[in-house]
T-cell receptor
Framework: AQTVTQSQPEMSVQEAETVTLSCTYD???????LFWYKQPPSRQMILVIR??????QNATENRFSVNFQKAAKSFSLKISDSQLGDAAMYFC???????????FGKGTKLTVNP | SAVISQKPSRDICQRGTSLTIQCQVD?????MFWYRQQPGQSLTLIAT?????????ESGFVIDKFPISRPNLTFSTLTVSNMSPEDSSIYLC????????????FGPGTRLLVL
């Protein structure tokens, strides 16, 4: 079974600085998708960024970018110019191609200090 | 992306009772999903609901405990039956994006406390 590991239970960053959240996954499949979701205290799960495994180019969405290392099975999230509103739980998730099931990591709590 | 609403947003229930959670989407979607997030934990898929067919449950979840309805392409309900304090969780529904079917978008969640 596929597993997703987030090794950092908590991280903190100063406002306007950059922070990187780690995620590794275990799979023997070649067709899959990776996601980062953000869950602020309001508990709404918000999609931050997605990456198709077949794409070599790292996905970016404004201040959010990923470092996708397929051979290493690593999918880290970089947040640039951190803002107070970025404070939340961040979940890494994996979805195998052809399957509807999302497998989530345990999450990383990000604190942004003013 | 689709706009998803859930009712109720939160509830406090007595053990032994049942609660039905509604999930409404503003567009027609094929796949709807129900997740549970226990306190301080990650999300776990309960079941997948397709319109016109029985829901497909993940290991550890059974229909008698979590019956699901999917009467049309914009609506689904999840019932938490015969509740115990261990059922205290956030319950979230999600849908697949029409354009990117590998991507799921989530509703705001229902926070349930069972006393």
């Amino acid at each position: 079974a596929q597993t997703v590991t987030q090794s950092q239970p908590e991280m903190s960053v100063q406002e306007a600085e950059t922070v990187t959240l780690s995620c590794t996954y275990d799979t023997s499949e070649s067709d899959y998708y990776l996601f980062w979701y953000k869950q602020p205290p309001s508990r709404q799960m918000i999609l931050v960024i997605r990456q198709e495994a077949y794409k070599q180019q790292n996905a970016t969405e404004n201040r959010f970018s990923v470092n996708f290392q397929k051979a290493a099975k690593s999918f880290s999230l970089k947040i640039s110019d951190s803002q107070l509103g970025d404070a939340a739980m961040y979940f890494c998730a994996y979805r195998q191609g052809g399957s509807e099931k999302l497998v989530f990591g345990k999450g990383t709590k990000l604190t942004v200090n003013p | 992306s689709a706009v998803i609403s859930q009712k109720p947003s939160r509830d406090i229930c007595q053990r032994g009772t049942s609660l039905t959670i509604q999930c409404q989407v503003d567009s027609q979607v094929t796949m709807m999903f129900w997740y549970r997030q226990q306190p301080g934990q990650s999300l776990t898929l309960i079941a997948t609901a397709n319109q016109g067919s029985e829901a497909t449950y993940e290991s550890g979840f059974v229909i008698d405990k979590f019956p699901i309805s999917r009467p049309n392409l914009t609506f689904s309900t999840l019932t938490v039956s015969n509740m115990s304090p261990e059922d205290s969780s956030i319950y979230l529904c999600s849908v697949e994006d029409v354009g990117f079917q590998e991507t799921q978008y989530f509703g705001p969640g229902t926070r349930l406390l069972v006393l």
